[in-house]
T-cell receptor, first 111, second 115 residues
Framework: SQQGEEDPQALSIQEGENATMNCSYK?????LQWYRQNSGRGLVHLIL?????REKHSGRLRVTLDTSKKSSSLLITASRAADTASYFC???????????FGGGTRVLVKP | DTGVSQNPRHKITKRGQNVTFRCDPI?????LYWYRQTLGQGPEFLTY????????KSRLLSDRFSAERPKGSFSTLEIQRTEQGDSAMYLC?????????????FGPGTRLTVL
């Protein structure tokens, strides 16, 4: 079963705009990770945030985590056409164990 | 390329046939995971290994599915008597056990189509 839900399910923006997507989950976590998937391909790891962290940055990516609300957000700044992909959040509830994914947000960046 | 590799990338089979997929993890990684992803959905966990030991199996893994990691390196996932509902992308991931974090790195996947 899917642990989390991403919101929105789909997002269409112009190149240069920012894209924000949210993820909610149900149970306690150790880490929350964000992945990108281009159509029909494997998942690319973007960023991991630990349960005791509130915000992390990596290049044009900014991730926040609010454990009291059981939610996370991913912000992509100054989007590019190459950012067009599906973005998934995934949580793990025990060290080294399985990831539980949400349904993903499909992002389309129009040139 | 030192990433996770999977073979074959695509497999088309007829219902009732057996299929086997292979995953080669990142060489120093001791954990290996299998996931299944259907169209428009996020991946779902199937099973994972720590070294050669299979430590957890999802209830999604029916008795037609079997996974092995005989020497703690590569892994195989076999599906017997395939059904059309088995059509999906099968993803493999590996990670290195660490106290603080356990980033899983994914392979390109094997897309299975059962006719």
């Amino acid at each position: 079963s899917q642990q989390g839900e991403e919101d929105p399910q789909a997002l269409s923006i112009q190149e240069g705009e920012n894209a924000t997507m949210n993820c909610s989950y149900k149970t306690s976590i150790n880490n929350l990770q964000w992945y990108r998937q281009n159509s029909g391909r494997g998942l690319v790891h973007l960023i991991l945030i630990r349960s005791n962290e509130r915000e992390k940055h990596s290049g044009r990516l900014r991730v926040t985590l609010d454990t009291s609300k059981k939610s996370s957000s991913l912000l992509i700044t100054a989007s590019r056409a190459a950012d067009t992909a599906s973005y998934f959040c995934a949580t793990d509830g025990a060290a080294g164990n399985k990831l539980t994914f949400g349904g993903g947000t499909r992002v389309l960046v129009k040139p | 390329d030192t990433g996770v590799s999977q073979n074959p990338r695509h497999k088309i089979t007829k219902r009732g046939q057996n299929v086997t997929f292979r995953c080669d993890p990142i060489s120093e990684h001791n954990r290996l995971y299998w996931y299944r992803q259907t169209l428009g959905q996020g991946p779902e966990f199937l099973t994972y290994f720590q070294n050669e030991a299979q430590l957890e199996k999802s209830r999604l893994l029916s008795d037609r599915f079997s996974a092995e990691r005989p020497k703690g390196s590569f892994s195989t996932l076999e599906i017997q008597r395939t059904e059309q509902g088995d059509s999906a992308m099968y993803l493999c991931a590996s990670s290195l056990e660490h106290k603080a974090r356990d980033t899983q790195y994914f392979g390109p996947g094997t897309r299975l189509t059962v006719l």
